[in-house]
């Protein structure tokens, strides 16, 4: 059994955004020469979410524009008496800072439209971490 | 350690409807005759999602209003213009295309009222998959 | 390989409640003296949720609002003919009765800001559950 951790580090340039992860990540478990397991794609932070779906320009914005509409900033949230982001905690409690995959012959076990997003509910950031984890043989 | 896959192809009739894939993934599990572990349930899919929950006849008709409510067909969406479906991925990236569940002792470990689910947001389609996925003993 | 499970029973005080269950499975994890692996926090319930978030008294009180916000309890549900707590059902679908969090030489990995709370989205209950499984070293 091997259970194996690699950290991505990477800075955000706007104050909200997707980061499509899907390459860096598929390039790791490459490097990893694994077989058969489950991958963990994590974020520890509380304002940020990870997201499995497509990379096309129209979605990502679209994609940004449903949170601001679902949940939108500065509504008069307790949490901002005392910051000012009230809103990507609400956003990230929602939809989880996490996601998995499975990997079957070394490979991630992906639909032809999903790719890994990190998202960015309270940016810029000068570092973001995500922690993509390996259980399996 | 084992990790055993199986795929569950089935097609979907409704332009967005809930399929009860309980009975099928526990038929599966119990088949593999495993002991302890995790089992990840995993739709391939960037318009459809994996839920939890109970199959009463009302909730179901209730799910599938919740998402039309907050994520309405044709508001506008950008990726609407080279597609007709951004409600569908949007409905995805907020409920995700997997779920997890414990494995103990060779059952499935549930609440009385869960059952898994997979939600078509944009159907009929002629096949639809399901990963399921055990890593375990 | 080492599968581990432990069971948190607790009871839920108010109609809807964040409990924080950090320091006990934190606690949990340590007794185990465990290695590298992947931790599964399952709650058993369709009418409650696991969020990873930060355990500030108004964030807390911003999550129980947005839920009903987004949710509201008796608009109307098809469920609700049956029994009364369909909007609970809702909020458990949307946000799942589960997260998983890396565990790197016997620690969690959280961020600085996340916590492991159970949402009561249907309380008080004499007696509510949450499974927290270990798979790996």
Redesign the interface.
């Known amino acids: 059994?091997r259970?194996l951790?690699e950290e991505i580090r990477f800075r955000t340039a706007r104050k909200r955004e997707l980061v499509d992860l899907t390459e860096e990540v598929r390039s790791i478990v490459g490097r990893w020469n694994v077989?058969?397991?489950?991958l963990?794609v994590?974020?520890?932070?509380?304002?940020a979410s990870l997201?499995?779906?497509?990379n096309?320009?129209?979605?990502v914005?679209?994609?940004l524009e449903?949170f601001e509409r679902?949940?939108p900033e500065g509504a008069g949230?307790?949490?901002?008496?005392?910051d000012d982001n009230?809103h990507a905690?609400?956003r990230?409690?929602?939809?989880?800072?996490?996601?998995?995959?499975?990997v079957?012959e070394g490979e991630l076990?992906?639909?032809t439209?999903?790719r890994i997003f990190f998202i960015e509910h309270d940016g810029p950031r000068y570092e973001r971490r995500v922690?993509v984890?390996y259980?399996?043989?």
Request: charged content about 20%.
């Open positions: 059994m259970v951790f077989r058969d397991g489950i963990l994590f974020a520890p932070h509380a304002t997201v499995l779906n497509e096309e320009e129209g979605l914005k679209d994609i449903l679902l949940i949230y307790a949490h901002d008496r005392i009230a905690h609400l990230s409690s929602i939809a989880k800072p996490f996601v998995l995959i499975p079957r076990v992906l639909g439209w999903q922690v984890e259980v399996g043989t």
